[in-house]
């Protein structure tokens, strides 16, 4: 990894935001829906998430094109944490199409170029030792044991 990624600090409150917003999401989905969702990638441990044409972030189904109908938008208003995440990718992401699927791993938030591969967007600094992935993980596999 290059030294000179931007480091984002992440407060105490907006990390409780983002993993408040993610968790109200998933509790409004179906058991099936939570089932087919692609929310973790698992060999890199990172959180999956996309944004759509207009940077509204959502949990998609599938690793290619999500449709319309087949998105589970977040809650709005959207959290802080993710707006910083939108506004550094559109400057970043070398397509004419907007959004895409990104990553928030433990200790980075990156998305995977058709081009160029892996474009770290920020080095996350989390304000606790169990960071939001690890948060949000246990949400997750708590509601799809219910």
């Known amino acids: 990894m290059k030294d000179d990624i931007e480091e984002l600090r992440v407060s105490e409150e907006i ?17 099936e829906q939570l089932r087919a969702a692609n929310l973790f990638e698992f ?3 990172a959180l999956v998430l996309s944004f759509d044409a207009l940077w509204e972030p959502f949990i998609g189904y599938t690793k290619g094109y999500n449709q319309p109908d087949a998105r589970t938008y977040l809650q ?15 400057m970043v992401r070398h397509s004419d ?49 219910l």
């Open 15 to 31: 990390e409780d935001e983002f993993v408040k917003n993610v968790e109200n999401t998933l509790s409004q989905m179906s058991i």
């Open 43 to 45: 060999f890199q441990k």
């Open 76 to 90: 709005k208003p959207f959290p802080f944490f993710l707006l910083k995440i939108s506004e550094k990718m559109s």
């Open 97 to 145: 199409i907007p959004g895409g699927r990104f990553f928030i791993h433990k200790s980075f938030c990156y998305f995977n170029d058709r081009y160029y591969g892996r474009i770290n967007l920020y080095k996350l600094v989390w304000p606790t030792k169990i960071d939001a992935v690890e948060k949000i993980r246990r949400t997750y596999s708590q509601l799809l044991s």
